[in-house]
């Protein structure tokens, strides 16, 4: 039988970009499929590997932006495409890559204007305000395919075969998305990113720049999260803000707030829903299952683990998937 090293050198960074405490190096998440698992580091690289052979079968390591605390965004597949966003201080584009080459088949620069230049021409606080976090998503609309993306100050629809932009949303006094786009009920709904971020429940059906007439409501308080990413639940959204663990349910087609009460504690990882449950994890390390439920916070269990989570979990048939800052762990009954 063939043995291989559990230790495989893809890139050779001689200078890494700068990471925030609240990112790291691995913050964007491998995604996989039968044979091939493929990895992200942002600017520094992106790779393909066979999870067999444990062979290379491309890498990228030409797809260049100034992340500035550290790259965040996840790629996904769709297709015969490897799609993600670059939104550096610098540089900012979504691009796809043709999943069994490596090579780009469409790379679309963001659009927005971003009215950040001072008096020399340059952008204020060094591009700061122009950098996003937050991973693509795939919607079906209509029967076709769309691909949604936010970046700073600004939140998109593209084409996924081609990249060419359909619409968009510009909303400039918040920036750095973090959060993933979610999509039901005819809705698009994005949070907003880092400064008292809001969030938007956009109807996508539009074209070009559609900020005065396709918002169909904005929620603009405490509690909507910069960090952790939505999740929606029948007829409801569910929110955890950053600071303070306040969970919030909202109706998703007006906005309406139904409920808001705290379960303690700061969240970077995002909460994920299961048997209509939701599971939230804090940077202390305390996890917390509450119902998904309209009517109230209902705790099922509290639970802690050493050093806290700051990634989001992932679940394997029956089991949980935890990363904390020093151990993985599998969690099944």
């Known amino acids: ?10 890139f050779d960074i001689k200078s890494p970009q700068f990471a925030h405490k609240f990112n790291s190096y691995a913050s964007p998440t491998p995604v996989i499929e039968k044979g091939r ?17 444990f062979k290379t079968i491309w890498t990228r390591p030409d797809l260049k932006c100034d992340h500035f605390r550290g790259a965040g965004s996840s790629p996904i597949l769709w297709k015969n495409l490897l799609i993600n966003n670059h ?3 610098d540089t900012q584009y979504v691009f796809a890559l043709n999943k069994l080459t490596g090579k780009t088949v469409w790379k679309s620069s963001r659009s927005v204007d971003f009215m950040d230049l001072d008096p020399n021409g340059k952008p204020k606080r060094d591009g700061d305000m122009r950098k996003g976090y937050s991973t693509p998503h795939i919607i079906q609309l209509n029967g076709n395919p769309v691909l949604i993306s936010s970046g700073a100050m600004a939140h998109y629809a593209y ?21 993933r786009p979610i999509f039901g009920h005819g809705l698009c ?8 971020g809001q969030l938007l429940a956009i109807d996508p059906l539009g074209e070009n720049d559609i900020t005065q007439t396709n918002i169909k409501w904005r929620l603009n308080r405490s509690g909507v999260p910069e960090k952790p990413s939505l999740l929606l639940i029948k007829n409801h959204l569910y929110l955890i803000d950053d600071q303070g663990g306040l969970v919030t349910c909202v109706e998703a087609m007006s906005g309406k707030e139904v409920w808001s009460e705290r379960i303690g504690g700061n969240y970077s990882a995002s909460p994920i829903t299961a048997q209509g449950n939701i599971y939230a994890f804090n940077e202390s390390g305390k996890s917390t299952v509450f119902a998904a439920s309209p009517d109230g916070l209902k705790k099922l269990a509290e639970n802690n683990l050493d050093s806290g989570f700051m990634a989001s979990p992932a679940v394997h048939q029956n089991a949980l998937i935890l990363r904390t800052k020093t151990h993985i762990y599998r969690v099944e009954n």
């Open 159 to 179: 084409k996924p075969s081609d990249g060419r932009e359909l619409w968009k949303v510009v909303e400039r006094k918040q920036h750095s998305a973090s959060t």
């Open 189 to 196: 709904f994005f949070p907003t990113g880092f400064g008292k």
């Open 1 to 10: 039988m063939a043995r291989f090293s559990t230790k495989k050198k893809l």
């Open 87 to 89: 939104d550096g201080a």
């Open 37 to 53: 698992v493929y990895l992200s580091w942002g600017s520094p690289g992106t790779a393909c590997i066979d999870t067999k052979t």
